[in-house]
């Protein structure tokens, strides 16, 4: 398989530097819990010349879902009020309304729902 986190790396240390394989490793460092490379890695993406759109939607949901980390979920709410039409768009509503349900922050989880509930009206 190419995709894999030792081909992936092998790559990128050989010199390939496009967005699509480090957008490849960056995912597979956050699926290993080192947030801290792929932060990196997203943002050298963001700075990229030649960036798909899939790859900045990817690259930007990550480093604003980051932030809640750091209990500032502004970046994600203007995520989401921004990029509107990005694939990442559920999982990012999802994430906020969990981070305002985990900080015990009734009130903007609330308004989370009622500011979002349309983007789940065709969800079974």
């Keep these: 398989d190419l995709n894999t986190f030792p ?4 790559q ?3 010199g390939d530097q496009s967005s699509e394989t480090i957008s490849l490793l960056a ?3 956050a699926e290993q819990g ?5 932060i990196i890695l997203y943002g050298n993406i963001l700075k990229s010349k030649n960036l798909s759109l899939s790859s900045f939607w ?9 932030k809640l980390k750091e209990d500032n979920p502004d970046e994600l709410e203007q995520y989401i009020i921004t990029y509107a039409e990005s694939p990442y768009i559920k999982e990012a509503v999802n994430k ?4 305002f ?7 903007k989880e ?5 500011n979002y509930i349309h983007l789940f009206t065709n969800d079974p």
């Design 27 to 29: 995912s597979k460092y």
């Design 101 to 107: 349900q985990e900080t015990k922050n009734k009130e």
């Design 7 to 10: 081909t992936l790396r092998a």
């Design 34 to 38: 080192e947030d801290s490379i792929a």
């Design 110 to 114: 609330l308004e989370c729902w009622n």
């Design 58 to 66: 990817k690259a930007k949901y990550f480093l604003s879902s980051q």
């Design 96 to 99: 906020l309304i969990r981070y």
């Design 12 to 14: 990128f240390e050989s």
